[in-house]
């Protein structure tokens, strides 16, 4: 083997003119980018701007149909154009580390994961299977998960999400490859989870290592970037060191993904661009409509100490929601702030009646509700609109967005005024009726995510209900929905229960905070005082994890 | 709910006690489906029109004298009430007897028992072809492109469709009178197999082919595979090591039931190819109307596939740890 380590002087990466086209579509055009040692440079986007395509052509992996062109790339001074795929797989794993998007199924959930980080050891060097395990021993034991010589033996489903992604990371470095590609390695991570990973990398590039991270986030990408590029259409539009290029954005593409962090920014401000007018114009008309359709009444809903409690292996109960109580009031918003496995999503279930409480009750307009039978409540079903996380697999796969929006609105609605009302609905969320005959496959995320609220307001609800409705969007397209939401709640006088584990996303759109922790609030009040004076030392956690942008220096 | 991350070590030992828990639970539940095949098989039996007393001395068509169809019934117990019939059947059979038959004049287990090897032989040799068939097709048609593809999927759903008789006539047309390699029936030795487990395994590798091809692909775009790739593992690794796991998943889940149809096939395949054994001892039992022969097949085969389905359900999960116990 020879020593990666002797070319610490020179860049560990070094691509200039690179282009990737797929088919004849240029993906990626001309990109030049310079990693050395102990350096972290971020390439920041929205989905669809060639970032991902960029990281994986910088390890031949690209995919097939993939043209793959570049003036010079140079992984650890070594030059691989034309490299052939042999020598291609020599340096995977060696000179470069990489660690996929998707961090929860990028290990083989059917082998321990001391066999997947050994494959590194084992591709690339003549270790004995006992050094090999004594090295996975010393990866696992630097990206920090304990007990590692009983993880060896787990395998990835048996682990939590960060463990997951500190296993992933091992398996990246266990040969100490000058570079690490971490392409998004913190989304689908909580939040102290994701303060945990950013230190791990931090560390990692203190220890020496140069690591190129991909993400659409700029507040995470604030940590630990030292240099950042901004990649809009497969361009880079702007590149600087981290402090300056956040204090002094040039680029309009790196303002906007600037303005989208909702972290630290009032409710009520906009996050996005303003539409184009004609958009705006001809939506505030469908929602003037909207009202003396309606003719909304005040609605109220009400829970009283909820428990619920799940079977897990074994037999034990355990309460997933442990005496929450919350009111929802019209025009209002309640953040529901808490990790995975706190009960936000069973909280969310509840309040739509759609699974019992074991104690406590849902109260809606002051009637019972949770404790009525469906038959008794399906009447006032249409107050309650519901918006989930996956809005894709919430749709049936079959229909268009006129099928979608009919099926929502034939309660209310006879066949002919349907097509004409789904317009409307679409001209609420600011989509166009040109989206009507396309299956929801072939939409963006955030169109998604707009035609799930379309049908959410379909049955003209007075609540709604949000569970983590932007959490599997970029921050530019949640940014655009958050304003849309906002919106629509000033436009219809719509109440909220906006669940979410992002702390920022839920400081932006609240006016009441509650803090989920195992099950129970542990924290509730105003948003404003809750974030300038968290007083429950969980609130104060989360807090001192969640990624923000440094303060602007004047 | 799953709290997130003191869920981390679910001791091994546990899963272990979990699974043989559930095998014992899986066993008792066939002990149940055992004895609602005998009872439905039972009455069925006495629903058909017709005297049993009839048809042992000889069938419809005998001259029996009421003396001696008197006799038989004493003989059998048929002269007594319906029920007390059923009892003394559940305990003849709980114990092993399956009584003997009309037509062979023999205790039935030690025939049944007798031609079990065979069928088995057979069944396990069919199913071990359709899978290694399958693997080999599945494995072929993802790596030729869209081609490929094409190709494979065309060649499964024709070897799932095709009918057993018409198969094992074509290849002994071909390979027996045509090529004269093999023979046309199953003579005792190798060679005699040839040809009843091909016929068996090509329509059920057509079967399996479908999902592990299916679930192959997914697994080559899997996340985990580009991780793996990204580790320098050629795509023969990343077959070998990863993806064909997973594309051997619904394969052993489906072969409980691929067991079944097996059994099934035999009864056209040992007829077809003259070889001893379950089915055509079944098929010769039917057209005789030998009841406790009938009955005892069926209770065979029914206590093979809740073996082979209490097996293929405990496999599955040892494979894939993410199943739970």
């Given amino acids: ?554 | 709910m799953t709290p997130g991350s003191p869920r981390a070590e679910p001791p091994a030992a546990g899963r272990a006690g979990r699974l043989a828990l559930r095998a014992l639970a899986r066993i008792g539940g066939g002990v149940l489906v055992l004895w609602a095949v005998a009872t439905l098989t039972f009455f069925a039996l006495r629903l058909i029109p017709g005297d049993p007393a009839q048809a042992l001395l000889g069938g419809p068509g005998s001259q029996a004298s009421e003396e001696a169809l008197a006799a038989v019934r004493a003989e059998y117990g048929l002269d007594q009430p319906l029920l007390a019939q059923y009892l003394r059947q559940l305990g003849r059979l709980a114990t092993g007897d399956f009584g003997s038959s009309y037509a062979l004049r023999t205790e039935v287990a030690p025939l049944l028992l007798s031609q079990l090897g065979g069928t088995l032989l057979l069944a396990v040799l069919a199913l071990a072809a359709g899978w290694v068939l399958a693997l080999l097709l599945a494995s072929w048609s993802t790596r030729g492109g869209r081609v490929g593809e094409r190709i494979g999927s065309a060649l499964e759903v024709v070897g799932a469709g095709l009918p057993h008789f018409w198969l094992a006539t074509v290849l002994i047309l071909v390979f027996s009178v045509g090529l004269g390699w093999l023979p046309p029936i199953s003579t005792p030795g190798p060679l005699g197999l040839v040809l009843p487990v091909v016929t068996l395994a090509v329509p059920l590798a057509g079967f399996l082919g479908q999902v592990m091809r299916e679930s192959l692909l997914d697994a080559l775009e899997a996340p985990f595979a580009l991780s793996a790739r990204a580790r320098g593992e050629s795509e023969g690794g990343v077959r070998r090591r990863h993806a064909l796991r997973h594309a051997a998943l619904p394969g052993v889940a489906l072969s409980g039931w691929a067991f079944g149809y097996l059994i099934s096939g035999a009864v056209v395949v040992e007829t077809i190819f003259a070889r001893p054994g379950l089915g055509r001892t079944l098929l010769n039992a039917v057209t005789e109307r030998d009841v406790p022969v009938v009955v005892g097949v069926v209770l065979l085969v029914a206590l093979a596939y809740i073996l082979v389905t209490v097996v293929t359900d405990i496999a599955a999960r040892i494979l894939d740890p993410r199943v739970p116990a």
């Fill in chain 1, 1 to 554: 083997m020879s020593a990666p380590g002797d070319a610490s002087s020179g860049p560990v990466l070094r691509a200039a003119d690179l282009s990737v086209s797929f088919g004849g579509r240029s993906v990626v055009r001309g990109v030049d980018l310079e990693v050395r040692p102990g350096e972290c440079l971020a390439i920041v986007g929205e989905s669809g701007s060639g970032k991902s395509v960029t990281a994986r052509s910088l390890i031949g992996l690209a995919g097939p149909g993939a043209a793959v062109t570049a003036a010079e790339l140079e992984l650890a001074g070594r030059s691989v154009v034309g490299s052939s795929e042999r020598d291609w797989r020599g340096a995977r794993g060696r000179d470069v580390g990489f660690i996929a998007q998707d961090a929860l199924v990028s290990l083989d959930p059917l082998r321990p994961i001391g066999r997947e980080i050994g494959d590194s050891l084992r591709l690339h060097t003549r270790l004995s299977p006992a050094e090999r395990r004594r090295r996975v021993l010393d990866a696992l034991a630097s990206v920090g998960l304990p007990d590692a010589a009983v993880r060896i033996g787990q395998r990835s489903g048996e682990l939590s999400g960060g463990q997951r992604q500190r296993a992933l990371i091992a398996s990246a470095i266990a040969l100490r490859p000058p570079l690490l590609l971490a392409d998004e390695p913190t989304t689908a991570l909580d939040v102290t989870v994701q303060a945990q990973v950013l230190d791990l990398l931090t560390s990692l590039k203190a220890g020496g290592m140069g690591i190129l991270l991909i993400s659409h986030d700029l507040a995470v990408v604030a940590q630990l970037a030292d240099r950042i590029a901004v990649l809009e259409d497969g361009r880079i539009v702007e590149t600087g060191p981290t402090e300056q290029l956040l204090a002094e954005p040039k680029a309009e593409g790196t303002r906007r993904l600037l303005a989208a962090v909702p972290f630290g920014r009032p409710r009520g401000t906009r996050l996005s661009p303003d539409g184009p007018p004609t958009r705006v114009a001809s939506a505030a008309s469908g929602a003037a409509r909207a009202p003396t359709r309606s003719a909304p009444s005040p609605v109220t809903l009400e829970a009283v100490g909820l428990v619920k409690h799940f079977r897990v292996a074994g037999g034990r109960r355990i309460p997933a929601v442990d005496g929450v109580s919350f009111t929802l009031e019209p025009g209002r918003t309640l953040g529901l702030v808490g990790e995975s496995g706190s009960g936000k999503s069973t909280v969310a279930r509840l309040a739509l009646a759609l699974t019992s409480p074991d104690a406590g009750e849902v109260r809606l307009n002051g009637q019972a509700w949770s404790t009525l039978s469906e038959r008794q409540r399906r009447p006032n079903r249409s107050l309650l609109g519901a918006v989930y996380q996956d809005a894709l697999s919430s749709f049936d796969p079959r229909l268009t967005v006129e099928g979608i929006l009919g099926d929502a609105l034939r309660p209310r609605e006879p066949r002919e005024r349907r097509r004409e009302e789904a317009v409307r609905l679409l001209e609420l969320v600011e989509l166009s009726s040109a989206v009507l005959g396309t299956r929801p496959v072939h939409l963006s995320g955030g169109q998604r995510q707009r035609v799930a609220i379309a049908r959410a307001l379909a049955a003209e609800p007075r609540i709604l209900i949000c569970d983590e409705p932007v959490s599997a969007l970029d921050v530019s397209v949640q940014a655009t929905v958050l304003d849309l939401l906002d919106r629509l709640q000033r436009e219809l006088g719509l109440a909220y229960l906006f669940i979410s584990h992002d702390l920022g996303v839920i400081q932006h759109v609240s006016d009441t905070v509650a803090v989920l922790h195992d099950g129970r609030i542990v924290e509730t009040g105003a948003a404003e005082a809750l974030f300038r004076n968290p007083e429950h030392p969980y609130t104060r956690r989360l807090l001192a994890a969640a990624p923000r942008l440094p303060e602007p220096a004047g």
